[in-house]
Structures are given as structure tokens and as C-alpha cells.
């Protein structure tokens, strides 16, 4: 019986190591479109973070840059606490529709080997930032956070891989003027 057992978790243990060897070589990510559940949960999310605006604030959702204000609002006045974990992920989708409609991302779901999430994609491209997890990690810890600053964070994230645009061209630093002192100099040609 030994015999046969032996031999029998060799074989299993040679092809978990071969499996895993071919999934850490693979590294395939697949973008799609937000399903439509999805979507109906993000709509429910959006809500939630409305409903603590207007309550507690008087403001509504702009679903633009002013969101940061209100995000922040939020946080600062401990309207969510570190065990809130859904009201996390609200604020982490109300927070990515800033980049949507300020810099034209796109929401996207994001497969690849570790599993499935959802992220903030540059059109046509797989560079995305993760809103929802930039939050959910953040406010485990505590609700002390800047919101500005974390949008800022994003952008800088992203702004080397954006596709560049046809006739841009980077800036150069501006030239130092020379200073000739007090004395001014004009300098005549000689003719």
C-alpha cells in the first residue's frame, strides 16, 4: 500500500508544481465592459454616498472635482468608520467617477491571475488606477485621510503611460537669463 501511495504523491505533487509554475509565467489580463449587476451595484454605492451627503451635509453627489469636498466632508466628520467596510467601497466608486468625468477614464473590470476587481482604465490601454481599493485599504486603517491628495496621487500614477497626443511636445525648462550686473551692456556689431 505504501508502495503505491508513494509513487501516486509524487505524481500529484509534480503536477501542482507545473501548474503553478505555468500560472506565474502567465500573465494575461483581460479589460471588459462593467456588467450590468455591476453597474446596478455601483448605482446602489453612488446612493449610499449621496444619501451621507445630503443628510449629514446638504450636498448632493456632482459626480466632478467638487466630489473631493465632499468626500473629504465625510471623513472628516467619521460619518464612516474603519468597520464600514460597504460604505468603503462607496466612497472608492464615488471617488473614481471623479477621474471619469474629469479626465475621461473609463470603469472597466480587471481579471487577471490574482482574481477580479474593478478599476478606472485610460481608454484603450490596461493602465488603470483601483478607487475602490485605494479606500478599502486606507480607511481599514483609519478615516484620517487627504482626499486631495489621494486623487493627486492617481493622476501621477497615470500620467507617465497615457497615450501622448500627436503633435505634443514636452516642455523645456526655461532658460536662465544672464545677468550682466548692475552695468547695462550693448553690444554693436562691427561693421
Not at 449587476?37 to 451627503?53: A, M, P, S, T, W
Not at 465632499?70 to 467619521?78: E, S
Not at 482626499?147 to 500620467?159: A, F, H, N, T
Request: net charge positive; aromatic share 8%.
Amino acid at each position: 500500500m505504501l508502495k503505491t501511495i508513494l509513487p501516486l504523491s509524487a505524481l500529484l505533487l509534480a503536477l501542482y508544481t507545473t501548474d503553478s509554475h505555468a500560472d506565474e509565467t502567465n500573465n494575461d489580463v483581460t479589460l471588459s465592459e462593467l456588467s450590468w449587476i455591476d453597474k446596478k451595484y455601483f448605482e446602489k454605492q453612488r446612493q449610499v454616498v449621496d444619501n451621507l451627503g445630503r443628510e449629514n451635509f446638504g450636498t448632493r453627489l456632482r459626480h466632478n472635482k467638487m466630489d473631493i469636498a465632499l468626500l473629504q466632508r465625510i471623513l472628516d466628520g467619521q460619518h464612516v468608520t474603519i468597520y464600514e467596510v460597504d460604505k468603503h467601497r462607496a466612497i472608492g466608486i464615488a471617488f473614481g467617477d471623479i477621474y471619469v468625468a474629469e479626465k475621461g477614464w473609463q470603469w472597466r473590470e480587471y481579471k487577471d491571475k490574482q482574481g477580479r476587481s474593478h478599476g478606472v482604465c485610460l481608454p484603450k490601454t490596461e493602465h488603470c488606477v483601483f478607487p475602490i481599493s485605494m479606500f478599502t485599504r486606507r480607511l481599514r486603517v483609519t478615516t484620517e485621510h487627504d482626499v486631495e491628495r489621494v486623487y493627486q496621487k492617481g493622476l501621477d500614477l497615470m500620467s507617465g503611460v497615457g497615450p501622448k497626443l500627436p503633435y505634443s511636445v514636452p516642455e523645456e525648462p526655461e532658460k536662465p537669463q544672464k545677468d550682466y550686473g548692475k552695468k547695462r551692456t550693448i553690444i554693436v556689431p562691427y561693421l
